[in-house]
């Protein structure tokens, strides 16, 4: 006989706005919820599965025994089975027996909206309900300017796993308690505005990096409680930092105990192969078009902005979700109602997420990881686009770093790859990053692209960096790169703290500490970095010497920044660039300055403008630009 009471957590509207797929705060109600019923305390269980037969709670207070405590099925025909156990409290261990209406099929699940996981390879649910009190109140009431497209936006990614390990303590990760110290401090440190966390939703397969994840509604149990994780969060945004998540919801493994063949059926991916299944992840695409799905996703979504306060979340793999045919041979894809290859269910799925992040919380970002030329991704859905907040500019990413990687002698002879990203910078809100997929497979990391001998070498990192931070758009920096990690990103090993103790390495360290200082200080670097009107060229076409110069503008042009980069190793001396008005250059910023590394080739104090035209401008000035440098002035009248 059943021990499991009845009760029940919806309402009529709930599962109507359920079915409708229409319901963004479906983790309110689905899931295990500590509670008392009749003055009996316990948890109520809810799981969608309308392909079972019979759903049954297992876990260590009932031995695990199938059949004990047998939810009831809602006769609302919304596929709901749900229950109030007795006795079943905080930390109780638990899954999903599910008994196909196909007799000959079970699965026994771990708990789609579960709040907290076992620790891997352990795969069951845990009860969990925390009663954290957050400390940033302060941060929260002013996130809306500090989160916005004219405000400093430089990303720190990281992989909490591998970026430091407790080498006396049996080579550790550090737990979100210790990486609410260390990394907030360190973050700080380097001025960097925001954080964002490679995966932590639980995931079983390290490899994978957390990008296949199976408890969506949980923050991995490897490096602490739920509650430890909103600390970690709330000190980072105590000392003014950010966090941006890590957010997949374009796949998920096959895993036995995860969302795949949930109740016998396909419940969560699509049927059809040639949209349920990815042949380069192994792993299953979400049903998109299937209403209870899209309300599954959203609501994981808007779960990590209220119940965790993040900043925003990076969306993974996008175009993989936008294509029918990516990854897929002819024949493999089928098109749409209209003939092309783009997923209609997909699209109308993100731009149905973005509206309802946007309405709900106006002081967050969405960023789409978007590869291709698809367009409007940064644009508002009632202009036809999808929604998002940015972009990130992978274009930039792969020409830049390609033209880094040649000899400067052959550099004047590819200049367009680096100034080419400027005829489409504005066609987005991009963001342009530097990522984890850059520094692994053979890429080699960051520093080990860049050509010449050692002082050539880190020149070169220093001039990228600084072409990178005085770009239009907002950066991120995967972790390691910020000091010149010479080996490819390896997630089983901590980052090569030791060494910051040479020259050439901590010198990298102060330059980005100091380029997120300057991108802080100067309103020209991001009032207008996602618009036409923040970006003018000096000059863009002398090859020979291979130089660049450009001004960054603001809302107020007296605040303009005046940029020059030498991508060769030959300093130019009394090299005139034309200026838009008389008065006098001061140099604000050098990546030649000996205090990174450099060989302290720098101008004089004050460079006065001469009333002599040049680059098609009324007024120039003759600098010196370093060598393998990039400098930056600010025009005084």
Same mark, same amino acid.
């Given at each position: 006989?059943?021990?499991?009471?009845?009760?029940?957590? #919806?309402?009529?509207?709930?599962?109507?706005?359920?079915?409708?797929?229409?319901?963004?705060?479906?983790?309110?109600?689905?899931?295990?919820?500590?509670?008392?019923?009749?003055?009996?305390?316990?948890?109520?269980?809810?799981?969608?599965?309308?392909?079972?037969?019979?759903?049954?709670?297992?876990?260590?207070?009932?031995?695990?025994?199938?059949?004990?405590?047998?939810?009831?099925?809602?006769?609302?025909?919304?596929?709901?089975?749900?229950?109030?156990?007795?006795?079943?409290?905080?930390?109780?261990?638990?899954?999903?027996?599910?008994?196909?209406?196909?007799?000959?099929?079970?699965?026994?699940?771990?708990?789609?909206?579960?709040?907290?996981?076992?620790?891997?390879?352990?795969?069951?649910?845990?009860?969990?309900?925390?009663?954290?009190?957050?400390?940033?109140?302060?941060?929260?009431?002013?996130?809306?300017?500090?989160?916005?497209?004219?405000?400093?936006?430089?990303?720190?990614?990281?992989?909490?796993?591998?970026?430091?390990?407790?080498?006396?303590?049996?080579?550790?990760?550090?737990?979100?308690?210790?990486?609410?110290?260390?990394?907030?401090?360190?973050?700080?440190?380097?001025?960097?505005?925001?954080?964002?966390?490679?995966?932590?939703?639980?995931?079983?397969?390290?490899?994978?990096?957390?990008?296949?994840?199976?408890?969506?509604?949980?923050?991995?149990?490897?490096?602490?409680?739920?509650?430890?994780?909103?600390?970690?969060?709330?000190?980072?945004?105590?000392?003014?930092?950010?966090?941006?998540?890590?957010?997949?919801?374009?796949?998920?493994? %096959?895993?036995?105990?995860?969302?795949?063949?949930?109740?016998?059926?396909?419940?969560?991916?699509?049927?059809?192969?040639?949209?349920?299944?990815?042949?380069?992840?192994?792993?299953?695409?979400?049903?998109?078009?299937?209403?209870?799905?899209?309300?599954?996703?959203?609501?994981?979504?808007?779960?990590?902005?209220?119940?965790?306060?993040?900043?925003?979340?990076?969306?993974?793999?996008?175009?993989?979700?936008? #294509?029918?045919?990516?990854?897929?041979?002819?024949?493999?894809?089928?098109?749409?109602?209209?003939?092309?290859?783009?997923?209609?269910?997909?699209?109308?799925?993100?731009?149905?997420?973005?509206?309802?992040?946007?309405?709900? #919380?106006?002081?967050?970002?969405?960023?789409?990881?978007?590869?291709?030329?698809?367009?409007?991704?940064?644009?508002?859905?009632?202009?036809?686009?999808?929604?998002?907040?940015?972009?990130?500019?992978?274009?930039?990413?792969?020409?830049?770093?390609?033209?880094?990687?040649?000899?400067?002698?052959?550099?004047?002879?590819?200049?367009?790859?680096?100034?080419?990203?400027?005829?489409?910078?504005?066609?987005?809100?991009?963001?342009?990053?530097?990522?984890?997929?850059?520094?692994?497979?053979?890429?080699?990391?960051?520093?080990?692209?860049?050509?010449?001998?050692?002082?050539?070498?880190?020149?070169?990192?220093?001039?990228?960096?600084?072409?990178?931070?005085?770009?239009?758009?907002?950066?991120?920096?995967?972790?390691?790169?910020?000091?010149?990690?010479?080996?490819?990103?390896?997630?089983?090993?901590?980052?090569?703290?030791?060494?910051?103790?040479?020259?050439?390495?901590?010198?990298?360290?102060?330059?980005?500490?100091?380029?997120?200082?300057?991108?802080?200080?100067?309103?020209?670097?991001?009032?207008?970095?996602?618009?036409?009107?923040?970006? %003018?060229?000096?000059?863009?076409?002398?090859?020979?010497?291979?130089?660049?110069?450009?001004?960054?503008?603001?809302?107020?042009?007296?605040?303009?920044?005046?940029?020059?980069?030498?991508?060769? @190793?030959?300093?130019?001396?009394?090299?005139?660039?034309?200026? @838009?008005?008389?008065?006098?250059?001061?140099?604000?910023?050098?990546?030649?300055?000996?205090?990174?590394?450099?060989?302290?080739?720098?101008?004089?104090?004050?460079?006065?403008?001469?009333?002599?035209?040049?680059?098609?401008?009324?007024?120039?000035?003759?600098?010196?630009?370093? @060598?393998?440098?990039?400098?930056?002035?600010?025009?005084?009248?």
């Amino acid at each position: 006989m059943s021990k499991v009471i009845v009760h029940s957590f #919806f309402s009529e509207f709930d599962i109507n706005l359920f079915k409708a797929g229409k319901h963004y705060r479906l983790y309110e109600k689905f899931g295990s919820h500590i509670t008392t019923v009749d003055g009996v305390e316990g948890t109520y269980f809810a799981v969608w599965a309308p392909s079972a037969k019979s759903v049954s709670v297992i876990g260590d207070f009932n031995y695990w025994i199938e059949g004990e405590h047998q939810l009831n099925v809602r006769w609302d025909e919304s596929g709901i089975w749900e229950g109030f156990i007795p006795g079943a409290g905080k930390g109780s261990v638990y899954k999903y027996k599910i008994q196909s209406n196909n007799n000959d099929i079970k699965t026994e699940k771990a708990d789609p909206y579960a709040r907290r996981c076992e620790h891997p390879p352990k795969t069951a649910s845990v009860v969990w309900d925390d009663s954290y009190k957050w400390d940033d109140a302060k941060w929260m009431k002013k996130r809306k300017k500090n989160n916005a497209i004219d405000a400093p936006f430089s990303v720190y990614e990281v992989h909490l796993s591998s970026w430091k390990k407790k080498v006396e303590d049996n080579n550790r990760s550090l737990s979100y308690t210790e990486l609410a110290d260390e990394l907030v401090d360190y973050v700080k440190e380097m001025q960097f505005t925001h954080v964002e966390l490679m995966p932590i939703m639980e995931y079983p397969y390290d490899p994978s990096w957390g990008y296949q994840l199976t408890g969506y509604f949980a923050p991995t149990s490897r490096f602490g409680y739920p509650e430890e994780f909103k600390l970690l969060v709330d000190k980072l945004h105590q000392n003014d930092i950010g966090i941006i998540l890590d957010w997949v919801p374009s796949h998920f493994p %096959e895993d036995a105990h995860g969302l795949g063949f949930f109740d016998g059926s396909c419940l969560y991916e699509h049927p059809d192969k040639r949209k349920g299944y990815h042949p380069d992840w192994k792993s299953l695409i979400f049903n998109y078009g299937r209403n209870e799905v899209k309300s599954f996703l959203i609501s994981n979504a808007i779960f990590w902005l209220d119940q965790y306060h993040a900043d925003g979340l990076r969306v993974d793999a996008v175009a993989s979700m936008l #294509f029918l045919d990516y990854s897929r041979e002819d024949g493999e894809w089928e098109p749409n109602i209209y003939g092309g290859r783009e997923n209609l269910e997909a699209i109308a799925f993100m731009k149905e997420l973005n509206e309802e992040v946007y309405a709900s #919380f106006p002081d967050v970002q969405t960023i789409a990881e978007e590869s291709t030329s698809f367009p409007m991704v940064s644009k508002p859905t009632y202009l036809g686009g999808l929604g998002f907040g940015m972009k990130w500019m992978m274009g930039w990413m792969h020409d830049t770093l390609q033209y880094f990687a040649k000899e400067p002698i052959y550099r004047k002879h590819h200049q367009n790859d680096l100034t080419f990203s400027m005829t489409y910078a504005f066609t987005e809100n991009f963001m342009l990053p530097l990522s984890h997929d850059e520094v692994v497979y053979g890429k080699r990391s960051i520093i080990g692209r860049m050509p010449g001998d050692e002082w050539q070498q880190f020149a070169n990192l220093r001039l990228l960096y600084s072409y990178m931070f005085t770009h239009h758009g907002a950066n991120l920096l995967f972790m390691g790169a910020e000091f010149g990690q010479r080996e490819e990103w390896d997630f089983q090993s901590s980052l090569d703290w030791h060494l910051l103790q040479y020259d050439y390495h901590s010198g990298i360290k102060k330059l980005i500490t100091d380029l997120n200082k300057l991108y802080k200080k100067q309103p020209a670097l991001y009032e207008q970095q996602f618009s036409a009107s923040g970006f %003018e060229w000096i000059s863009y076409d002398d090859h020979e010497n291979s130089i660049v110069a450009y001004i960054r503008k603001g809302n107020d042009e007296e605040n303009s920044l005046i940029m020059a980069c030498n991508l060769t @190793p030959v300093p130019r001396s009394g090299y005139r660039i034309g200026l @838009p008005n008389a008065g006098k250059l001061i140099q604000v910023f050098n990546s030649d300055d000996k205090k990174y590394g450099g060989s302290g080739v720098s101008n004089k104090k004050e460079i006065q403008i001469d009333h002599i035209g040049w680059n098609h401008r009324e007024y120039s000035a003759e600098i010196m630009i370093p @060598p393998l440098g990039a400098i930056a002035f600010k025009i005084e009248k």
